[in-house]
């Protein structure tokens, strides 16, 4: 028993000292690691530095390729830009460029680059017509150059007239340019049934409502104006309270496209109808419009020179309204030059009812310088003393027909024409009048 007792507390010393032996390995173990965590935790710390400095260098290579992609679509964008640029600069080099001759008028200019038209209006306003359907490369780059007031679409097919004057011209193109766009593109006219029509098919469209009436045209209806969505509004500027100045403006803060035609302004008759050519580009009918201009001139020429050596019939030209006489303007005096005749009272800077029963006996014919009279007693009820005036007792009395304010400016070889059969009817005997009348 003592022996096993022995044996057994020998076995449990031998285990204890086992256990303590490991646990100093133990001990031992754990402070030699102990020394290492420091080391261990300096070499993370680096690492994670590492990682993030390479997180950072990967976003900056990142950022980098974004800007080189972005610099890239840059340039290729530039690339694109750059190749329409040449092939509209292409386009331009080789299209012609000119001017579309003005011999008289003063108050417009045409000339053309390619396919597009520039035009000054009667306020210096320039215009830019383009075709339909150009390049809207080349378009911007016309507008970019030209900087315009306004740019219009041709050939036009809305337009809008002011005027019966302008509408008269854009008659005349129609008929003898043979183009029917134009008489239909004309969709309104600022007419408010003041006045009568001598050109048949305008007065049956506005009849038969082909043909907008947007009212007088110094107080228009501007909402059916814009209604009608004109490609252009034709216009006049002319001031005072019956004026257009504030039509103009309002169209302009409608954004309704205009430009202005101001041909009465024009010192000349031929400077008067060769607006026709302004007209006329907006149709793409300026080669058409050059040809019926010097169809005006060639006639206008042969007039003149039919009367040139003729002897000239002194001619009085007035008219009296509200009592007070109005002589001849310097237009009308050149008029009766041209038509071979002489103004009675060229020598005389002023001229009234006194001047004109002075010289009763030294006169040959009379224009009635307006309409509304129809017989020369119709005068003489203006003007009793009138009657001793030697036109007057011989019946050469004429007067203007209603036509002539609407149609004198389109047709100005016409008004001579009828003026020599009026001075000179034996050398030219009289046809059909259409802008005077002869007085019984």
Same mark, same amino acid.
């Given at each position: 028993?003592?022996?096993?007792?022995?044996?057994?507390?020998?076995?449990?010393?031998?285990?204890?000292?086992?256990?303590? $032996? &490991?646990?100093?390995?133990?001990?031992?173990?754990?402070?030699?690691?102990?020394?290492?965590?420091?080391?261990?935790?300096?070499?993370?710390?680096?690492?994670?530095?590492?990682?993030?400095?390479?997180?950072?260098?990967?976003?900056?290579?990142?950022?980098?390729?974004?800007?080189?992609?972005?610099?890239?679509?840059?340039?290729?964008?530039?690339?694109?830009?750059?190749?329409?640029?040449?092939?509209?600069?292409?386009?331009?080099?080789?299209?012609?460029?000119?001017?579309?001759?003005?011999?008289?008028?003063?108050? =417009?200019?045409?000339?053309?680059?390619?396919?597009?038209?520039?035009?000054?209006?009667?306020?210096?306003?320039?215009?830019?017509?383009?075709?339909?359907?150009?390049?809207?490369?080349?378009?911007?780059?016309?507008?970019?150059?030209?900087?315009?007031?306004?740019?219009?679409?041709?050939?036009?097919?809305?337009?809008?007239?002011?005027?019966?004057?302008?509408? $008269?011209?854009?008659?005349?193109?129609?008929?003898?340019?043979?183009?029917?766009?134009?008489?239909?593109?004309?969709? &309104?006219?600022?007419?408010?049934?003041?006045?009568?029509?001598?050109?048949?098919?305008?007065?049956?469209?506005?009849?038969?409502?082909? #043909?907008?009436?947007?009212?007088?045209?110094?107080?228009?209806?501007?909402?059916?104006?814009?209604?009608?969505?004109?490609?252009?509004?034709?216009?006049? =500027?002319?001031?005072?309270?019956?004026?257009?100045?504030?039509? #103009?403006?309002?169209?302009?803060?409608?954004?309704?496209?205009?430009?202005?035609?101001?041909?009465?302004?024009?010192? *000349?008759?031929?400077?008067?109808?060769?607006?026709?050519?302004?007209?006329?580009?907006?149709?793409?009918?300026?080669?058409?419009?050059?040809?019926?201009?010097?169809?005006?001139?060639?006639?206008?020429?042969?007039?003149?020179?039919?009367?040139?050596?003729?002897?000239?019939?002194?001619?009085?030209? =007035?008219?009296?309204?509200?009592?007070?006489?109005?002589?001849?303007?310097?237009?009308?005096?050149?008029?009766?030059?041209?038509?071979?005749?002489?103004?009675?009272?060229?020598?005389?800077?002023?001229? *009234?009812?006194?001047?004109?029963?002075?010289?009763?006996?030294?006169?040959?014919?009379?224009?009635?310088?307006?309409?509304?009279?129809?017989?020369?007693?119709?005068?003489?009820?203006?003007?009793?003393?009138?009657?001793?005036?030697?036109?007057?007792?011989?019946?050469?009395?004429?007067?203007?027909?209603?036509?002539?304010?609407?149609?004198?400016?389109?047709?100005?070889?016409?008004?001579?024409?009828?003026?020599?059969?009026?001075?000179?009817?034996?050398?030219?005997?009289?046809?059909? =009048?259409?802008?005077?009348?002869?007085?019984?």
């Amino acid at each position: 028993m003592a022996q096993t007792q022995k044996i057994l507390y020998t076995i449990l010393g031998a285990a204890i000292l086992a256990a303590l $032996a &490991g646990l100093a390995v133990a001990i031992a173990t754990y402070q030699s690691l102990s020394g290492l965590l420091p080391s261990l935790e300096s070499r993370l710390g680096d690492i994670s530095s590492s990682i993030k400095s390479l997180s950072a260098e990967v976003e900056g290579l990142k950022a980098a390729l974004q800007a080189r992609e972005s610099q890239l679509a840059s340039l290729n964008r530039s690339l694109a830009e750059l190749a329409r640029e040449v092939r509209t600069l292409r386009q331009v080099a080789g299209s012609p460029a000119g001017v579309v001759e003005v011999r008289y008028a003063r108050l =417009f200019t045409i000339t053309y680059e390619g396919s597009v038209y520039i035009l000054t209006d009667a306020m210096g306003r320039r215009i830019l017509l383009v075709p339909r359907g150009m390049a809207q490369d080349l378009a911007a780059y016309y507008t970019d150059k030209y900087k315009p007031a306004v740019v219009i679409k041709y050939p036009v097919e809305r337009a809008v007239y002011m005027s019966s004057t302008h509408v $008269a011209m854009a008659y005349r193109l129609y008929k003898e340019a043979d183009n029917a766009g134009v008489l239909k593109s004309i969709v &309104g006219i600022m007419w408010g049934k003041e006045y009568d029509w001598y050109l048949p098919e305008v007065a049956e469209m506005l009849k038969n409502g082909s #043909i907008a009436d947007v009212g007088p045209a110094y107080s228009p209806n501007y909402e059916l104006i814009a209604k009608l969505k004109p490609d252009v509004v034709f216009v006049y =500027f002319y001031p005072g309270p019956y004026g257009t100045e504030s039509v #103009i403006k309002k169209l302009e803060q409608l954004g309704i496209p205009y430009v202005v035609i101001n041909e009465f302004q024009e010192g *000349d008759p031929l400077g008067r109808a060769e607006w026709i050519k302004f007209i006329a580009a907006f149709y793409n009918l300026t080669s058409a419009a050059v040809g019926i201009f010097n169809g005006i001139e060639n006639k206008w020429r042969g007039l003149v020179s039919l009367v040139a050596d003729l002897d000239r019939p002194r001619v009085a030209w =007035f008219i009296i309204y509200g009592g007070v006489l109005y002589p001849a303007g310097a237009g009308a005096r050149e008029l009766i030059r041209l038509a071979g005749g002489r103004y009675a009272y060229a020598n005389y800077s002023r001229v *009234d009812l006194e001047v004109v029963l002075k010289h009763k006996n030294d006169v040959d014919i009379l224009v009635w310088s307006g309409y509304g009279v129809k017989t020369i007693d119709d005068i003489i009820k203006i003007e009793p003393r009138l009657k001793e005036l030697r036109p007057v007792i011989l019946g050469r009395v004429y007067a203007y027909s209603p036509a002539f304010y609407q149609l004198s400016n389109a047709y100005p070889e016409k008004l001579l024409e009828e003026l020599v059969w009026i001075i000179h009817p034996e050398a030219a005997p009289p046809g059909n =009048f259409t802008l005077f009348v002869k007085l019984k």
